[in-house]
């Protein structure tokens, strides 16, 4: 069959709270997010593998308190008075464990946010004793924010996270789709927007729907692919 011309086009996630699946692995973060929770010192680390959803929930929270959202690589000195008047959402905080600038940008907005009475979220993958920060101050202070965690997901929460992954590309599959990539795949969030756009992928390109079948030679390529990678290398 001819290849079709494909168009990488950005995939754009819905955001809001409606928007987010409650289940057992993220419900105490949900609750923790409530506009009638006080976190202890105003300040709380949110931490998860990657697509667990810790930049939906920051929105939420953005949405409902009025915070300012930034990454942490983005952060400097001179953003710090303005950032510190609202609450504020700082994600990828690890991402600067070595730049010593950007730690002392965060030290400074961490310190003035909670001196204004105002609150602070960190985001993170990993758990905040493993950031592994260069500035002591700041990562003593990260370590005594109250901590959650995003959990991996169960079968609930996976089928609709590639129902959701499916639906921000506004791509509908075949209804024994998804239930099969459930059974199969890697229980990751990660690994679910990997199928998802591989899928979206294929289907562009060589004009086929969103079959079982695709996703049969899907996961095949990727174990295939994952095998490969984990054989000893030859000298």
Do not use: C
């Not at 709270?17 to 300040?43: E, H, Q």
């Not at 930049?55 to 409902?64: D, E, I, K, P």
């Not at 920060?133 to 929460?157: F, G, K, M, N």
Request: proline share 8%; no cysteine.
């Amino acid at each position: 069959m001819p290849r079709q011309l494909s168009f990488n086009l950005p995939a754009k996630p819905a955001l809001g709270r409606d928007d987010f699946f409650v289940a057992p692995s993220n419900a105490m973060a949900v609750a923790m997010l409530d506009s009638s929770f006080i976190w202890p010192s105003g300040k709380l680390v949110l931490s998860g593998p990657r697509g667990a959803g810790k930049t939906h929930l920051v929105h939420v929270w953005a949405s409902q308190s009025g915070a300012k959202i930034i990454a942490a690589t983005d952060l400097t000195e001179d953003r710090v008075p303005d950032l510190a008047q609202g609450p504020v959402a700082v994600e990828d905080v690890p991402m600067i464990a070595r730049k010593p600038e950007a730690q002392a940008a965060l030290f400074h907005l961490h310190n003035m946010v909670l001196a204004n009475g105002h609150s602070l979220m960190l985001t993170g993958q990993a758990a905040p004793n493993l950031w592994a920060l260069s500035l002591p101050d700041l990562q003593s202070r990260v370590q005594a924010a109250t901590h959650v965690a995003l959990e991996a997901p169960d079968d609930a929460l996976l089928t609709v996270v590639l129902a959701k992954l499916f639906d921000d590309r506004q791509i509908m599959p075949k209804p024994d789709v998804i239930p099969y990539l459930v059974a199969r795949m890697d229980r990751s969030f990660e690994a679910a927007a990997k199928i998802v756009a591989q899928m979206d992928e294929i289907s562009l390109s060589e004009g086929r729907t969103l079959s079982r079948p695709l996703a049969v030679r899907l996961l095949a390529q990727n174990q295939y692919e994952m095998s490969l990678e984990s054989e000893p290398k030859e000298d």
